[in-house]
């Protein structure tokens, strides 16, 4: 059975001090995790360790950074490696996010390798895709993310992609409060699926998590999460509010 995700997405936001204050309260707040459920929190670099503290002893819970560099080491001033996140037990690393392709122009050449080198240091990627609006308008969204698909994973083998963690998040989707239909969502989750099973079979297609992320929250993730093809979400702004994700979390399947 493919697990069931919550993933915070914190972005660039909050302090130390908010940051902690913000796990506490977390804590205190009524949430259940079944044996299939994970909730995973993107944060910045700075805290990783910080909010791995915070978290220690508690079962499917684990921390992810928000971005890796894509060589091992050396002189890239300001990077951070795989290797280094690796060696303060950061499990999953978010890849590819809009926001990183659009301002840092990642390209799919440089998200391939950065797969590549969290696999290498046992860190596991959760990997974005999502189309902008004019494609959505225009009706191409599915050639766009199954581009995306086939650019970034497909040199992947097939036990590593077994338990993979992929998002799907439309762009116009993403902190505008305008939420895909669940319908759209299953329609471009099972369009995901469809992609990775027709390459690497139906068994591996179906061990992989697809989370939705643009603008979930409390009052819309159970019906999203609902859907047949999609496995939790990524989740930006309500993962400020503790109440909202705990609530998230309380809507996985
Ligand atoms: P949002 O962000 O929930 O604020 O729309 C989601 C994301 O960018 O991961």
Redesign the pocket.
């Known amino acids: 059975m493919r697990k069931q995700i919550a ?1 915070a ?1 914190w ?1 660039m936001n909050l302090t130390l001090q908010q940051a902690e204050a913000l796990m506490d309260e977390l804590n205190a707040t009524p949430h259940r995790l079944s044996e299939n459920q994970e909730a995973v929190f ?1 944060v910045p670099f700075p805290y990783l360790i910080n909010i791995k503290n915070k978290l220690a002893g508690k079962k499917n819970v684990f921390v992810a950074a928000q971005n890796c560099y894509s060589k091992k080491s050396g002189a890239y001033t300001g990077e951070v490696s795989a290797e280094m996140l690796q060696s303060i037990g950061t499990d999953y690393v ?1 890849l590819g ?3 990183r392709r659009e301002y840092f122009n990642e390209s799919h050449a440089m998200l391939a390798e950065k797969i590549n080198i969290c696999f290498e240091y046992g860190l596991k990627p959760i990997f ?1 895709c999502g189309e902008p609006l004019d494609i959505r308008e225009t009706g191409k969204e599915n050639g766009y993310v199954e581009t995306q698909l086939k650019e970034c994973l497909f040199h992947l083998s097939a036990a590593q992609l077994t338990g993979f963690v992929i ?1 799907y ?1 439309p762009i116009w ?5 305008k939420t895909a239909s669940s319908e759209q969502a299953q329609q471009m989750h099972a369009h995901i699926r469809a992609v990775m099973a027709k390459k690497y079979g139906a068994e591996v297609a179906g061990s992989i998590s697809i989370l939705y ?5 409390a009052g819309n993730a159970k019906e999203i999460f609902g859907q047949a093809d999609v496995d939790g ?7 400020l509010v503790a109440a909202e994700f705990a609530a998230i979390i309380n809507s996985l399947k």
């Open positions: 993933a997405n972005k993107g978010i996010h809009s926001e974005c998002a998040e989707a993403i902190g505008t409060g992320g643009g603008s979930v929250k979400g990524l989740v930006g702004g309500a993962s």
